[in-house]
């Protein structure tokens, strides 16, 4: 028995020695010390704590310029969390955070510029509850005390660079919500004081950017594309002639030219015209012959990217590996400053990518990274040819994220919907890419609920319900689901009939509440959209089941659904810019 305490005494010793309380009874119990060795965003993480700790219990932490006699809570990498730790910083290169407690410390750190930021945003999260769901709604829980216990939290999220492509991530002034979500893509715009983000100069499909027909195709035409005997010096997404060394030169020329003297790290976009058209001339053909398709376009990008290291050792040149380059190229490898941006557009995206129809996807992953260790992913996520009905991937999202980490991908770019504000769960979508980004082993399940609770009100598990019949019918009917398609054709009168009825659940619910009413409205009419795609036999079904209400008709639907989309901030896709060019909206 006497032993049996004994051990006790030991274990209560070893759980409690490292605790104290940060607020007790409300008050205070602990200092910020802000020293002048921190970045400007470790002040800013500095800031951000002190004013979530008053949300949550009321009392307002003070600051010092130097460490106290009592307990004091640290941010970034400053001498004084160097010498307390003895931590090697560089491990948390790409991002990572270090948080941990000792008897009379807590330190949030992490690789800068941001990974202090993303520390304190973590604790938030992880220790005390708070959610960021968007820009202008949080959940901050209210608590009388806070109790500092045993913490070390060590983390380097996979990818390096996270941006999940959606209008809700794209407003320039909700900087603060994507350093929350950990998003620092090239379209997330966050202030260098509050972290940066990874910009691209050019983005994508650049080589007509640097190389226009309308600037250089009347006086050599012989730069660009010969395609079926003629050269395409009078288009303006033409691919130069990868063969011709003039032309090289002068895109080499013109890239130096946007780089400046600059020495920054900085990533320049050389990467192949958005079309299938490559050059067909004998000289670009025996490039094709001896290194590939992407390895003829590597003998340009390379050339670049060689000059740019001469100038900026510290600047990244980025390609495509995209439809026609999507292969491994062969007797020729990136250059080391090089990055090759995979992209997926041609999947099946009902089905993860490591399956059987996403094979030569899955494989082309893997030869990359025999050439490279710098590979990113361009993955699609949304219908662009017809963006208001679901797109039915939610199932995969965590299990091709866990694809990429798991073979090298070191950034992530998930397009999504940057047109429409919220039709069929994409603000669910776009949070949930967001956080699967940071961390691939996430809890989607719980993500979703938590989100659509948060979103529905009372309605949030008959959406929930809703989401997984959609689920359920496309794992049954394992459709190949392009990210181009006329839309879910493959629900039969069943699943619409419970999809519907788990809406209409949800709408009874909270139709005498605005906000909430308004937002079962947007997804009850994305479903209700998606009827007018499906087969003849199909919608007629629906109509007689009478779950269509007044509008039983697709022109007495589009009267009505055309102006609450646009009401509603979702207008249109990208490929229907104009309405009454698509199909979609013609009644």
């Not at 700790?53 to 106290?68: F, M, Q």
């Not at 202090?116 to 959940?139: N, P, Q």
């Not at 050019?202 to 640097?210: A, E, R």
């Not at 660009?224 to 990868?242: Q, T, Y």
Request: charged share 25%.
């Amino acid at each position: 028995m006497k032993k049996l305490l004994f051990f006790l005494i030991i274990f209560l010793i070893s759980t409690s020695i490292f605790a104290f309380d940060l607020i007790k009874d409300g008050q205070p119990n602990a200092t910020v010390v802000i020293s002048n060795d921190m970045t400007a965003p470790e002040v800013n993480a500095a800031n951000e704590f002190i004013d979530y700790i008053e949300k949550i219990t009321s009392v307002k932490l003070e600051k010092a310029g130097a460490p106290t006699e009592g307990n004091n809570i640290y941010f970034g990498q400053t001498q004084a969390v160097k010498d307390i730790t003895g931590y090697d910083f560089s491990k948390l290169s790409g991002d990572g955070i270090y948080i941990k407690s000792g008897d009379d410390y807590l330190i949030f750190a992490g690789d800068r510029p941001r990974g202090t930021l993303y520390a304190v945003y973590t604790y938030l999260e992880d220790f005390l509850g708070c959610r960021f769901f968007s820009a202008d709604k949080e959940i901050v829980p209210q608590k009388n005390n806070i109790t500092i216990n045993n913490i070390n939290k060590i983390y380097v999220p996979p990818f390096m660079s996270r941006e999940s492509f959606f209008k809700v991530n794209l407003i320039s002034d909700h900087y603060k919500f994507y350093v929350k979500n950990k998003l620092n893509g090239n379209f997330n715009n966050i202030p260098d004081d509050w972290g940066g983000h990874v910009s691209l100069i050019g983005w994508c499909h650049t080589i007509p950017f640097w190389i226009p027909a309308s600037k250089y195709g009347q006086d050599h035409p012989e730069w660009f594309a010969l395609v079926k005997g003629h050269r395409e010096n009078d288009k303006d997404d033409a691919n130069i002639c990868f063969s011709n060394q003039e032309v090289i030169d002068e895109m080499t020329k013109v890239v130096l030219e946007q780089l400046g003297d600059t020495q920054e790290k900085v990533i320049v976009s050389v990467s192949q015209a958005d079309t299938y058209r490559k050059c067909e001339c004998e000289e670009c053909q025996k490039l094709y012959e001896k290194y590939g398709n992407s390895g003829a376009l590597l003998t340009v990008v390379n050339h670049v990217a060689r000059e740019v290291k001469k100038k900026n050792p510290n600047a990244l040149v980025e390609t495509l590996a995209y439809q026609w380059t999507r292969q491994a190229p062969k007797n020729i490898k990136p250059e080391d400053n090089v990055i090759i941006r995979l992209c997926d557009i041609e999947c099946d995206f009902a089905s993860p990518l490591d399956s059987r129809n996403n094979k030569s996807f899955y494989k082309d992953l893997k030869d990359w990274h025999k050439f490279t260790d710098s590979v990113y992913i361009w993955d699609y996520v949304v219908n662009f040819q017809n963006s208001h009905p679901v797109f039915p991937d939610f199932h995969v999202l965590k299990k091709n994220m866990n694809i990429f980490a798991n073979n090298h991908g070191i950034a992530v770019f998930a397009e999504g919907d940057d047109f429409n504000w919220d039709t069929a769960l994409i603000s669910l979508k776009a949070y949930l890419i967001g956080k699967l980004m940071w961390d691939p082993s996430a809890n989607q399940d719980k993500l979703t609920k938590e989100y659509l609770n948060f979103y529905f009100g009372p309605a949030g598990n008959d959406v929930y319900d809703y989401l997984k019949i959609i689920t359920k019918a496309t794992q049954r009917e394992k459709p190949f689901l392009r990210c181009f398609n006329e839309g879910n054709t493959f629900l039969n009168e069943n699943d619409y009939k419970k999809a519907f009825r788990a809406l209409y659940a949800g709408y009874n619910k909270v139709k005498e509440d605005d906000k909430y009413r308004e937002r079962l409205l947007v997804q009850l009419y994305s479903l209700h959209f998606s009827v007018w795609q499906a087969p003849e036999k199909v919608q007629k079904k629906v109509i007689d089941s009478g779950l269509l209400g007044i509008y039983d008709t697709r022109e007495k639907f589009l009267k009505m659904y055309i102006p609450f989309s646009f009401a509603h901030n979702n207008s249109y896709g990208q490929y229907t810019v104009h309405i009454n060019d698509s199909k979609y909206y013609k009644y």
